[in-house]
């Protein structure tokens, strides 16, 4: 074979695998490459999205870090939600899954009952759950109150508004019970005859059979529920719009993170600065530091992930 | 690096771009000569949701068709202001070439920015001076810097809902004219209830649904900006004042923490539950759209309607209040601007318009000319809005390049001071300064 041919063969190679490749490469660098160089670039100017960009320098990233006073409160929340939902979420799931494997009859009625919240439709489930949960009018603090308990702000108390979120996440709860249930009812049984052959209890086999086998699952949902709650947008400024009563006019603006900041989450930054306020260049900072804190996040989670499970994946 | 782990990593990346996407990208617009003789439709898109509401645009609409049967409208109703920036920013056959708009607040970015056109050169070509044709405190709030991108479509003004029959009980015979005579009356009209009220005279909190800091101001008279354009709310006394009266008066009837949870059994401010229907407070700021609210909601009481009261120190102004109202332009990117500018015209100036567009929804109308026409339906409640919108003295809250931004500040802080969170009224308010200048240089 002379070179030549050799050449044409490998060039007509190459060009079948970029044909192969060509779907990803399109959809990565339009989805991906393309908004997260426009983001990096768009973070150093000054755009309102009706004049041209203008270069700003690092006066975005001041402000953002500076002198914007919602950025803290809402990298706060963001965090207290990634610890405290992330976890709550994770052991709930897991926990319900547990129960509905370990269930003998009626199966199908409480696989149907946790899993048809996950269905319903953020917004309204997050107005459902204000009305529920309100604090003078709302049938829980009736019951509460009723029985003698303190009847809490909910979502009209900045202490009480992040687990007043956290309740209604553990509320959907139904996809994390479908994947741990998947994955429970996947673990071998002779590892758990094994266990029980060598005197090992309920919480030894679930300690050194279950959870091994399940690890890869539940850095999966970790994984996931970290990005997912990164982007929490909806339930938490629906919930402080119905909460507060304000719709937003004229010398009535709605507070954001109502009460006191408390439900402010980066993502309504960007939407704010963004789409609100047409400070692009600021959007961009707050989105860029939402990409490194959801990269960190994973990273950290996989490096330590070794540490915590034997078993591999 | 195992498979789970790019997989992950991957996710995380993607999940976090998607974000991003969406808030970095857009376009700016051009100009227009076109000819508004020749066959074209142009897009109006609006907020008016309410069926009256749409029955009464598009007869308007029907009535700009009949006189420019040229000029076709494609109406897209119920757009809000999220969606209106977004379409302008990005333009397209499909964008609207008309928008209009409920608030107020966004003129400043709208004409700031060049989103809207500037109707100035339109309104001079067509003979209409703006100053003999609407009132003056609506001229104000739809032009930003000398440029006037927006007109007056149809006005709100505020004033103070009483309940009579809560009056009788009481012993008092006229609605309050001063605020020392406000807050005896809202004492009065308070009943405790073990930890709570039977009946509130008024509900002073800053979240009281329309008893906000803007709203509140407006009868200091305040100047939020000086002539450089600086937030000025520490040197203005009518800020401080305005704080010391509502901290007073929240006091007066029974304290932050007792009203805050009487505050939280309230209904919908929209719906029919507001504490004003059910007789939970007593007296109401509101615009003028309540008259109608509480008629539907079927409200037991006689309703009484002045204007709000004002500072003993300015008794002679009184009949002033916050006034607001729809806006309406004409997008900079559209390639139909002089058939645009038709319909703007015709639904701004035209008397007959604004008239039975006033008398189907109950708003104020805005332009001189229809306050006076003999075809306006006006009860002695009404007239009482009417004579707000009207009154040289009434405000508004003033345009600004990034909305209503400062106005989130100064709320912001309000409602640190009233919770006793913030006890240092001149600092707080020197803060309210530096950090609206702070977000109005960011915007330029």
Redesign the interface.
Known sequence: MTPLTLRAKRRRSALVTLGFLAPWIIGFSV??AY??I??VY?SFMH??????PTWNGT??WS?VFT?Y?FFWPALRNTMWLVLVMVTTRVVFGLGIGLLITKIKTGTGLFRTAFYLPYLAPPVAATMAFAFLL????GPVNHLLGDIGLPQP?WF?DPSWSKPALTLLALWGIGDLMVIFMAALLDVPKEQYEAAELDGAGPWQRFRFVTLPNIS?IV??AV??G???T??YYTQPIVAGKVA??????????F??GYP?KSTLTL?QL??NL???????G???VI??I??AL??A???L??RRRGGLIQAG? | MSRLTRLCSFVAAAASISLLAGACTGQSGGQADDDPTKDVTVNFWHAWSQPNELKAINSDIAAFEKVHPNIHVHVVPNVNDDKINQALRTGGSDSPDVVSSFTTDNVGKFCSSGALADLGPLLKKSGIDPAKTFPKPMLDYTAYQGTRCTLPLLGDAYGLYYNKDAFKAAGISAPPRTMSEFKADAVKLTRSQGDSYAQLGFMPDFHGYESTPAHYVAQWSPTYFDAQGRSQTAKDPAFTKMFAFQKDLVNSLGGFTKLEKYRNTFGDEFGAKNPFHTGQVAMATDGEWRLGMARDAGVKFPIGVAPMPVPDDQANTYGKGYITGTIVGVAAHSAKQNAAWELVKFLTTDTNAVVDFSNAIHNVPSTLDALKSPKLVSDPNFKTFLDIAQNPNSNTTPASPNGGQYQVTLQDFAYSYEAGKATDLPTGLRGVDQQVDRDIAQTK
Do not use: H, K, W
């Open positions: 989805f991906f908004p997260l426009s983001t768009f755009y309102d999205g009706f004049r041209p006066r975005n402000y002198q006073p309100n604090p003078g009018t702000g009209n890869p850095m999966f994984v996931t970290v990005i997912q990164m982007q507060s009563g304000i719709i937003g006019n004229a010398g009535q603006q507070e954001p006191e993502p960007v939407y963004g789409f609100q306020r047409f400070d692009t600021s959007a961009c989105a860029l939402l990409f959801a990269m996040f994973t990273a989670l996989m994946d």
